[in-house]
Every structure is written in structure tokens, then in C-alpha cells.
């Protein structure tokens, strides 16, 4: 099964840690895209790349958060200095960047700080 | 600023009739609409999307009805059934390739037996 791959799917931090979470596109997709979803809440567009390329950031908090998509490997979400209110399921999505069209979830990360 | 509401957080229905889950948005750049179905502790699965050249799309027991003019769209799930249960979420977005979604706050559908 070629889906988006996510993980880790649960991941504890303490305040003050680094946060790294992972999403590999399904095959034959180019664009990836994050959204979080806090507690009783939509989802919420953080960032939008391609390979090597960072498209779309408006929806990024200005500090402590950062992604990458580079040309080998999986895309990153890295959230420094963790807070307790990043705690959200963060999903990754991809689509195969042709015309408009429907874009793949992955199952998600869970992040909870303590 | 909201730009895609779902009014209603929750919606019971009989299994076998209709579930109607209603969605609006505010901004006309919008013109590509999707839903997508919620189970816990899983990703958004997607179900069905509509362009804004349309009014209708179907796919099975599922329906999407646009109305720009008044800048909302419907899910018509007919008929019902138990495995429907699940949140529902309505989202947009503006027309160019690899464009974000814009998603509602999710509707609870439970269909009951």
C-alpha cells in the first residue's frame, strides 16, 4: 500500500525539546503539504513544498517551526523549543501536482508536550 | 476570520434515510470544494469534490450540491448507514495547482441502526 506514511504516529515531549515529525508523499507525488488540527478544531494549513522548495509558508508560526522537503528522503516538520500549546495531531498530505485536484492524508502525528 | 463554517457540530440520523451536512464559505477566490470523512485517531479520507463550474457531482450514495450565489455546498449521503458514522469536513480551495486546503470545523455524523 502506497499511502502517505507518517511517524511517528505518537510523540511525547517535555517543554523545551525538539520536535521532529516525518511524511513520506505517496509515490509518484511531488507536493506536500502540513496542516495541524488542534483539540476540537478543523485542520489548519501550515506549509506547502515541493522537492527542495518551500512554496507556501503563511500558515507557519513565525518562530520555532521549520520544514523541509529535500531531493532523497522524507519531508520534516521540526518544531524547536516545544511549548504546550503545540500540543495537535499534525497531518501531512500529498498530491501529484498536476491540475487541481483532491489531496492524500496520511494517518498523522500526535504530539503531546508535557 | 472563518472562511469555511460548518454550523452544525453534530447530526444523528436513521440508518437508511438522509444525512445532509451543510457547509458555507465567504471567499469568492474559492472554486474547488472536497469533503472529506474522519474516523479518530485517523487521517482525513477523501470522499468527493465538486468544481465551480458545476452545481452537482455524484459518486455512488454520495452527492455534492454547489450553490454559488449563496457560497454553499451540501453532502447528501443517501442511504445512510451505520459505517457513515464519523466526522465530516468541508473544504476549499482557490483554483491553481497544488493549492491549500481551507477546511470547516467537521460535522459528527452517527447514523444509527
Known amino acids: 500500500n502506497a499511502g502517505v506514511m507518517q511517524n511517528p504516529r505518537h510523540l511525547v515531549r517535555r517543554r523545551g525539546q525538539e520536535a521532529r515529525l516525518r511524511c513520506s508523499p505517496m509515490?509518484?507525488?511531488?507536493?506536500v503539504y502540513w496542516y495541524r488540527q488542534l483539540p476540537e478544531e478543523g485542520l489548519k494549513f501550515m506549509v506547502y513544498l515541493q522537492k527542495e522548495n518551500i512554496i507556501d509558508e503563511s500558515g507557519m508560526p513565525k518562530e520555532r517551526f521549520s520544514a523541509e522537503f529535500p531531493k532523497e528522503g522524507p519531508s520534516i516538520l521540526r518544531i524547536q523549543q516545544v511549548v504546550r500549546g503545540d500540543s495537535a495531531a499534525y497531518f501531512c498530505?500529498?498530491?501529484?501536482?498536476?491540475?487541481?485536484?483532491?489531496?492524500?492524508f496520511g494517518p498523522g502525528t500526535r504530539l503531546t508536550v508535557l | 476570520d472563518q472562511q469555511v463554517k460548518q454550523n452544525s457540530p453534530s447530526l444523528s440520523v436513521q440508518e437508511g434515510r438522509i444525512s445532509i451536512l451543510n457547509c458555507d464559505y465567504t471567499n469568492s477566490m474559492f472554486d474547488y470544494f472536497l469533503w472529506y470523512k474522519k474516523y479518530p485517531a485517523e487521517g482525513p479520507t477523501f470522499l468527493i469534490s465538486?468544481?465551480?463550474?458545476?452545481d452537482k457531482n455524484e459518486d455512488g450514495r454520495f452527492t455534492v450540491f454547489l450553490n454559488k450565489s449563496a457560497k454553499h455546498l451540501s453532502l447528501h449521503i443517501v442511504p445512510s448507514q451505520p459505517g457513515d458514522s464519523a466526522v465530516y469536513f468541508c473544504?476549499?480551495?482557490?483554483?491553481?495547482?497544488?493549492?491549500?486546503?481551507?477546511f470547516g470545523e467537521g460535522t459528527q455524523l452517527t447514523v444509527n441502526p
Open positions: 498530505a500529498s498530491s501529484p501536482g498536476l491540475a487541481i485536484g483532491e489531496q492524500f
Open positions: 465538486i468544481s465551480s463550474i458545476k
Open positions: 473544504a476549499a480551495s482557490e483554483g491553481t495547482s497544488g493549492s491549500r486546503l481551507t
Open positions: 509515490k509518484g507525488h511531488s507536493h
